[in-house]
């Protein structure tokens, strides 16, 4: 970090002003649609809120230089002679509410900073005034409370469950927010030159680590050198600035251009095992900083081809770019910082356009031909130019955006078999609703509710989806429970006793068919029936109903599979046993559209597929994959509760370097 003694500057990037709108759109579209889940709120309320917190980026995009006061609201001497106690407290509160986010979400919020240092060419920017930090939601939050009319209790009791919302919720915003500057090309500002007084005292502290500030793979290099990882990064003035001299440098550079041109020979026609260079092969002696350099990305490269998920035909592409990026971390240390750069995004690009390759494929599978190629290309053309990587990243976005179009063009063949089991879960889900209002009537026995809830539901949602649920059948099959449940209360009359010897058989009938109707087991169908009985013998007795008994626990989450057809298409389903979960999308899906997820559809089948659609009412999420001759519907709760325990991940948004850096970083020695 820089000792703030200078007044650095950054060129501001020349796209800036727009990349900013667009950022601040983008931010203000999630924060809404994120506090309107945690919390719904009046349109004009929404509206007050996204509008203080608009103008607060504002604010702090304009500002020149950090002359401001820090405090949320700027509060002066004279304004504390203005504002009354219950004032004070509520910007007390707020202050510790945004400070507190800023801490919860340090790592997801730093690379997202240093991507505003790098748009605002501003290193004195304070964390706190970043733009989109939880300072700006504080800010919206006077706002939002002063549009819904909240005295002073009601706004710290706001403040207070909102600060709980948030903290769950707001690490997966800055996590969509950094993938969004990252998509604009705007790398992270190094860490070097910061200048802004709390991070260099924070750096100074010690307790730069809480902030991921060097990424890992800077603070592999750092431990290889024998330095802490909240050490000073590397100079930017490249890795060559440490060398003896340029004889060495230049042999370094010979050897591995010799390496680049020997390869590796396949072995019985298939790709050879990539071989991983160290410094101690290019002849560097230990501790040398050119020697870290080499040996991180040795660490890094080893973990790229001990990966479980790639190809062994697409290990074999990477191999070949080894030398390319050795020979690039040489000319640029801005390799290790800045994930942006060309050569990163080889690496990352090249395994997002293989992400849902079957592990088997050749190289014979036309995309991993295709990526081989790019491979071979900058192997053979790169010596010193950037260009020559740029050319080849455009070219695998051109595969990934081919695949992608391809793996939807397959999706859309399954749009019949999906539309008829979303109409199937919607009529179920509000067959689920119709039966769980009823059995909460205190009256309704918990054995009868049973059953209602393990197998009449599933007569309502048969009827609902071949009859529809205005038709004279859903009218007589729902009608039927209030009848039944009339029909085991206490009757006492004599008219009422002989209006139930008359009505009874009907009732009993409209049962016996709607049970026969979903085929409903013999010994279950006897088993109600002599429970109604019972109860319907004790109703013309005069008698109380007995004590209830109570309910079965509902079951957890119970996976289940099966199948839909439409001609050769297979529409294969993994969802919850008796609608089990969230009837519709959960609001906290971490998977959007045109996400690749990696899933398990059972313990023993591992897939990896794209998420073609999301359905808008049932949140289910149809998966295709060229490789694949059927597609997958999944239930949304089965993707999350995956999601959390580590069998499913978002394929498609991991960076191939970082994940292999953080993997060499955990089996690195910490040298102290």
């Not at 560097?284 to 081809?305: C, N």
Request: hydrophobic share 45%; glycine share 6%; charged share 20%.
């Amino acid at each position: 970090m820089s000792d703030g003694g200078g007044d650095e500057s950054l060129p501001v990037p020349d796209d800036a002003g727009e990349v900013l709108a667009k950022c601040r759109a983008f931010f203000l579209k999630q924060l809404g649609c994120l506090l309107q889940e945690v919390e719904p709120l009046p349109g004009d309320a929404l509206q007050a809120f996204v509008t203080a917190v608009g103008t607060h980026y504002d604010e702090m995009v304009a500002a020149e230089r950090t002359s401001r006061f820090s405090g949320l609201h700027g509060l002066t001497a004279s304004r504390f002679a203005l504002v009354t106690e219950n004032d004070l407290e509520a910007d007390i509160r707020l202050n510790a509410f945004a400070a507190r986010l800023l801490e919860a979400n340090s790592a997801e919020l730093w690379l997202v900073y240093l991507r505003f240092v790098t748009l605002l060419g501003r290193p004195d920017l304070s964390p706190n005034e970043n733009p989109v930090a939880p300072r700006a939601i504080a800010k919206g939050l006077i706002s939002l409370s002063a549009a819904l009319g909240d005295n002073h209790t009601q706004t710290l009791q706001r403040i207070a469950r909102l600060e709980d919302c948030l903290r769950e919720s707001l690490p997966g915003l800055y996590v969509g927010l950094n993938e969004f500057l990252v998509s604009c090309e705007v790398s992270a500002a190094q860490p070097t030159i910061v200048t802004a007084p709390d991070v260099i005292a924070l750096a100074r502290s010690g307790a730069a680590d809480s902030l991921v500030a060097l990424g890992p793979a800077v603070i592999l290099r750092q431990r290889l050198l024998g330095k802490p990882a909240a050490g000073v990064v590397a100079s930017t003035g490249g890795a060559t600035a440490a060398l003896l001299n340029q004889a060495v440098f230049s042999r370094l550079l010979a050897r591995l251009d010799h390496l680049d041109v020997a390869g590796s020979p396949p072995v019985d026609g298939q790709p050879a095992m990539p071989r991983l260079l160290n410094a101690t092969e290019l002849g560097l002696p230990a501790g040398a900083p050119e020697a870290a350099v080499i040996d991180t990305l040795a660490m890094i490269f080893a973990e790229i081809f001990e990966s479980p998920t790639l190809p062994n035909a697409i290990k074999s592409a990477l191999a070949d770019l080894q030398v390319p990026i050795l020979r690039v971390a040489m000319l640029d240390s801005s390799l290790f910082t800045a994930d942006a750069h060309p050569a990163r995004q080889l690496l990352d690009k090249t395994a997002r356009a293989a992400v849902g390759l079957p592990l088997h494929a050749s190289s014979e599978h036309p995309l991993c031909a295709s990526i081989q190629k790019v491979a071979a290309r900058v192997r053979g053309e790169f010596i010193n130019d950037t260009k020559v990587l740029s050319e080849q990243v455009a070219e695998l976005d051109r595969l990934i955006a081919e695949r992608d179009t391809a793996t939807a063009q397959a999706a859309s063949a399954y749009g019949p078999l999906l539309q008829s089991l979303e109409q199937s879960d919607l009529v179920g889900s509000r067959s689920r609703q119709w039966i769980d209002r009823f059995c909460k009537n205190s009256a309704v026995p918990s054995r009868i509710a049973d059953f209602l809830r393990a197998h009449w539901q599933r007569v309502l949602c048969q009827i609902g989806i071949e009859c529809g649920e205005d038709g004279p059948e859903w009218q007589e099959h729902t009608a039927v429970l209030d009848k039944l449940l009339w029909s085991i209360q206490p009757k006492v009359e004599i008219d009422e006793q002989k209006r139930l010897m008359r009505e009874l058989p009907q009732i009993m009938q409209v049962l016996s068919n709607g049970m026969q109707r979903v085929s409903v087991p013999e010994a279950i169908r006897d088993e109600f029936l002599d429970t109604c009985f019972a109860l319907q013998t004790a109703a013309m007795r005069g008698r109380e109903l007995p004590p209830s008994v109570p309910a079965r626990p509902v079951p957890g989450m119970v996976a289940v599979s099966s199948e839909l057809w439409a001609g050769d298409h297979v529409l294969r389903i993994f969802d919850l046993a008796g609608g089990w979960g969230p009837p519709g999308h959960s609001r906290r899906s971490p998977v959007r559209t045109g996400d690749w997820l990696a899933f398990r559809l059972a313990e023993d089948q591992a897939l990896c597929g794209r998420v073609c659609h999301i359905g808008t009412a049932t949140g289910k999420l149809l998966l295709a994959n060229p490789d694949w001759d059927f597609a997958v519907a999944l239930n949304p709760a089965i993707v999350e509760n995956q999601v959390q325990d580590g069998r499913a991940s978002i394929s498609s948004r991991i960076s191939l370097f970082n994940a292999a850096a953080e993997q060499a970083l955990g089996k690195a020695p910490v040298l102290r």
